[in-house]
C-alpha cells in the first residue's frame, strides 16, 4: 500500500509540466473580464484567479483598471480569497478600452505583476 502511494507520488511529479517546475509562482488562470475579451454588459468588477494561493498582508495585492484616458475606474480596494483577488469598478463605465494592472504576492512570496486589456463593446 506503502509503495503504491510512493509510485503514485512519482508519477504526478513526472507529468507536472516542466515550464510549473522551473517557476513556482502564481501565474494568472482565470480572469473576468477575459485578457483581450470584448464585453457588452458593464463589468460590475475585475476578479483574478490565480493557480495558488495569495499571500496578503496589508496592500500586498493590488488590482488597478483605468479607462484610455488613464482615469482610474476601480475603487481602492483589492479584496483576496485564496487563490482569487478582485477588486470592484464604479458605475456608468463609458465604451472603450480599459486596462487591468496587477501586482500580488504569490504563495512562495514572490511579487507576479502584469497588466491586460479588455474592451467594453468597443475600441478606444
Ligand atoms: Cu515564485
Redesign the pocket.
Known amino acids: 500500500m506503502k509503495r503504491m502511494l510512493v509510485a503514485l507520488l512519482l508519477i504526478t511529479t513526472f507529468v507536472a509540466p516542466p515550464e510549473q517546475q522551473a ?3 502564481a501565474s494568472l488562470a482565470i480572469a473576468t473580464p477575459g485578457v483581450g475579451k470584448v464585453i457588452h454588459m458593464s463589468p460590475k468588477n475585475v476578479r483574478l484567479t490565480f493557480d495558488e494561493n495569495l499571500i496578503s498582508l496589508g496592500k500586498s495585492n493590488q488590482i488597478k483598471v483605468t479607462n484610455s484616458k488613464g482615469k482610474q475606474v476601480s475603487l481602492p480596494t483589492t479584496t483576496v480569497r485564496g487563490a482569487t483577488a478582485s477588486v470592484k469598478l464604479i458605475t456608468g463605465l463609458e465604451y472603450g478600452t480599459y486596462v487591468v494592472t496587477y501586482r500580488v504576492v ?1 504563495a ?1 512570496g ?1 511579487i507576479v505583476s502584469s497588466k491586460y486589456k479588455f474592451y467594453y463593446r468597443k475600441k478606444s
Open positions: 517557476s513556482a509562482h504569490s512562495d514572490h
